[in-house]
């Protein structure tokens, strides 16, 4: 690259408003460089099946959620982390860089850092980096999500320490250890947040003879999700449809049976984590056994949790401050400093050269 071309691409990114985006399948996490974190919404997109247009985005595609006319659809466009409708994500993400830069955007694209989970594939990756570049991206980086969480956790991922991570988001669990900028052991597993929700949903069918909706399930997550029983009960009660007579009906459900319900997921994060555990080179271990598990995203919020995997795993187990931003938190550090985290991105340096700068 020529001393012209270098200063001319210094110059464009110190006036383009970067972007890192934590592209979930549950929420969209966009943090703009200089700004922070300035839109945290549902990665969710209403569709008119007549036009093709996009009718709403977020939290207000959501409200939508089980309320709309025929020719409206609400849809989701990432499934387990990954993109399933490739045109729907690349809408979505135009409408995110024109909701954050507005008129900018026609002046100076933004370079675009993304989250994925640890172990996709070259194709699932393409389908990221193109979506984003056909929504007006100039530069697009990909980052996986458990060393992103890391970096926004504050663990010393260049150093030679072994740091665990556990990032349970809505559609993919990433469990990881990082040691001198890269992953000595990972294993991405598609149960997280919003299989929490089927699980529900497929429980209360069972057991209540009802049917209910995804919100419902979601709303008796929150309420109710607990590892193990606190001695109190709590309960809610949830409106669905008979299975039998097909005639609206509600049922009074608690948390113990919210517990039933997701004791085979949580169970199957355990033995993953348990296998993460046994792969780990002694050393590594060691570290970790001092420093402890680190336990981010949405599902580090569920009551006792981190002490179940305490007790089972026999290591300390910590919930990272802001567990839900960890992600986006530790994206935006690197699209702050992108020359000096230019080797945890995923991309080789050919490609990388010409925009660390």
């Not at 194709?123 to 570049?133: F, G, H, I, L, P």
């Not at 556990?166 to 890269?182: E, K, M, P, R």
């Not at 919210?258 to 997921?265: F, I, K």
């Amino acid at each position: 690259m020529s001393f012209f071309s270098q200063q001319l691409n210094k110059f464009v990114s110190a006036i383009s408003t970067d972007m890192a985006i934590d592209l979930g399948t549950a929420n969209t996490l966009v943090y703009v460089r200089g700004k922070g974190i300035v839109l945290n919404e549902p990665t969710i997109v209403a569709i008119n099946k007549k036009t093709g247009q996009l009718v709403a985005v977020g939290n207000e595609a959501k409200a939508m959620q089980g309320r709309t006319p025929q020719h409206i659809e609400v849809v989701r466009p990432l499934v387990d982390g990954v993109i399933s409708d490739f045109e729907v994500t690349e809408e979505m993400l135009g409408y995110l860089i024109n909701k954050v830069h507005g008129e900018m955007r026609s002046l100076i694209a933004p370079r675009m850092l993304i989250g994925v989970p640890s172990g996709i594939t070259n194709v699932e990756m393409r389908a990221a980096r193109d979506a984003a570049k056909n929504a007006g991206a100039r530069d697009v980086f990909l980052i996986e999500e458990p060393m992103a969480a890391a970096i926004g956790s504050k663990l010393p991922i260049s150093k030679a320490i072994g740091s665990m991570i556990i990032d349970i988001g809505g559609g993919t669990t990433d469990i990881a250890v990082i040691s001198l900028n890269g992953l000595v052991v990972a294993k991405n597993l598609r149960v997280a947040g919003d299989h929490l929700n089927v699980a529900i949903a497929s429980y209360v069918r069972d057991q209540f003879k009802i049917y209910v909706g995804e919100k419902t399930a979601e709303d008796a997550k929150i309420a109710l999700a607990a590892v193990r029983t606190d001695g109190t009960s709590n309960e809610m009660v949830v409106r669905g449809r008979d299975v039998m007579t097909g005639l609206p009906r509600e049922v009074i459900i608690t948390a113990g049976d919210v517990r039933d319900a997701v004791s085979s997921q949580v169970e199957t994060i355990v033995e993953a984590t348990r296998g993460v555990l046994e792969k780990t080179p002694p050393e590594v271990m060691s570290d970790i056994m001092q420093r402890g598990i680190n336990l981010c995203g949405g599902g580090a919020l569920i009551p006792g949790l981190s002490s179940f995997l305490e007790e089972t795993l026999q290591v300390p187990v910590i919930v990272v401050p802001d567990p839900l931003r960890a992600v986006v938190r530790g994206a935006g550090i690197v699209i702050e400093n992108l020359e000096q985290y230019e080797e945890v991105l995923i991309d080789n340096e050919e490609e990388l050269s010409p925009y660390l700068n």
